[in-house]
């Protein structure tokens, strides 16, 4: 009896531990990876959609589950009134690394969709539908679409979840994160604590976040927070960025271990589990391009290892805007600045030299993170007097079109620089905020003191963009035409 007792009042203990440290720490203690995903039965990580290789008549739609066998399955309804299809067999992967919940990476493909129309899709873990919700096949040429972006968000903070509401408010069709994307070291269980569970709540509001993910799909930029910690051996489900996402694996074929690579640092063991659970992905994901309506878009790593003076990214780079003129726009996101004029950060500025390229290829918007707070440049042409031997420093000087205001005359002359860093994490400089005398020439704009989200409009012939506060004020409006 005393045995008995004695056993009901430690589980008892336990149950107050546990409520007290809340399921997060809670799961730290357990050497579970901190995950407040466990208290969901079914998933690990929610549905959510990526927009993969195929082009306008697919999705892809990702899952993460527990780390046993189950049997699932796909049904897709392409049109409101058409009928459910099974989609082919569901992809599947074991990722098991030390610092998160083993679980199983599951994917499907939602094909033959009619391009921009409404679908729906349903998810069966055996005979039970286990989760339900409607997207939109991506916008093919011609038809206007909107996407928001924004970088520096998984923080964790009341604003990351704030900036999420709005998005959900504006009803995008793509979103865009300029890189950042779960603090503070890009680790699978960053993702659980601080992303998912803001852009794919099950819950829409200012505190929570928004129901986006599951709907709408989402691609990023690495960002400095993603990529540089990889020693595997302090943080061995680190990088999880090439673990989460699903996007195009058309860069170019960089060499992971050049000196300015994304070199991967301990033991083998920690080294062959992450190739393993990364496959294909590592690193090459980090530079890509696709279409998306009349968008052409280059996603690229601007972390300070990278070598913008390389052949092989140059060649790419230009080849790939070469092949893109047709397009009506032509878009650029990666995550350091090479225009800004903040303080922080102020001399990241190795991207500058890949400015030629854009320019020679027509590009009409680069959109970084990094710098936490908004900025606009005008449309500029730069010229580097030299590329520097050391430091990040890039010395050189510009053209502005100051004709251009994005009102009357919308026709830049050169490339538009936008930092939306304000995506959740703390703000920078925010005593600067529109001030005119401590910004450098090439500066429109500087928003500093409240967290915001670039929403753009676009049409075959013109692109409207707007800046909008986590409150959902407007803090800045251009145009820009054919």
Known sequence: MRVRFRRRVLAVLVVVVLASLGMAAAGRLLGWGGSRRLVDATFVVKPYLQLGNAGPSTLELLWQGHDREESWTVEVQGTPTGEWAKTDEVQSRRVALEGSLPRRFYRATLSKLEPGSDCAYRVRLGERVVFEARARAPRPSGASHRFVAFGDGGAGTAEQRAVAYQIGREQPDLVVITGDIAYMNGRLDNYDEQFFPVYNSDENAPGMGAPLMRSVPFFAAVGNHDMVYNNLDKMPDGLAYFLVWFQPLNGPALD??????????????????????????????????????????????????????????????????????????????????????????????????????????????????????????????????????????????????????????????????????????????????????????????????????????????????????????????FVLTK
């Open 256 to 477: 992971p271990n050049s000196p300015r690579g994304p070199t991967l640092t301990g033991s083998e063991s920690h080294v062959r589990a992450f190739r393993e659970a990364a496959g294909p992905a590592y690193p090459r994901m980090a530079n890509f391009s696709f279409d998306y309506g009349d968008v052409h878009w280059i996603v690229l790593d601007a972390n300070t290892y990278a070598d913008f003076n390389a052949p092989v990214l140059r060649e790419w780079l230009a080849r790939d805007l070469a092949a893109a003129q047709g397009a009506a726009w032509r878009f650029v996101a990666f995550h350091h600045p090479p225009f800004s004029s903040s303080k922080a950060h102020e001399d990241d500025q190795r991207t500058r030299l890949l400015s030629p390229l854009f320019e020679q290829g027509g590009v009409n918007i680069v959109f970084t993170g990094h710098v936490h707070n908004y900025q606009r440049t005008y449309p500029l042409r730069f010229i580097a007097d030299k590329d520097p031997e050391r430091g990040t420093a890039v010395v050189g000087r510009w053209e502005l079109d100051r004709v251009y205001d994005g009102i009357s005359h919308t026709r830049p002359n050169g490339v538009i620089y936008v930092v939306t860093g304000a995506g959740g994490a703390k703000l920078y400089d925010t005593h600067l905020n529109d001030e005119v005398r401590p910004r450098i020439d090439f500066t429109a704009r500087f928003i500093s003191n409240v967290h915001s989200l670039t929403v753009v409009d676009v049409e075959p012939s013109r692109v409207t963009v707007r800046q909008v506060s986590d409150k959902g004020k407007a803090l800045d409006r």
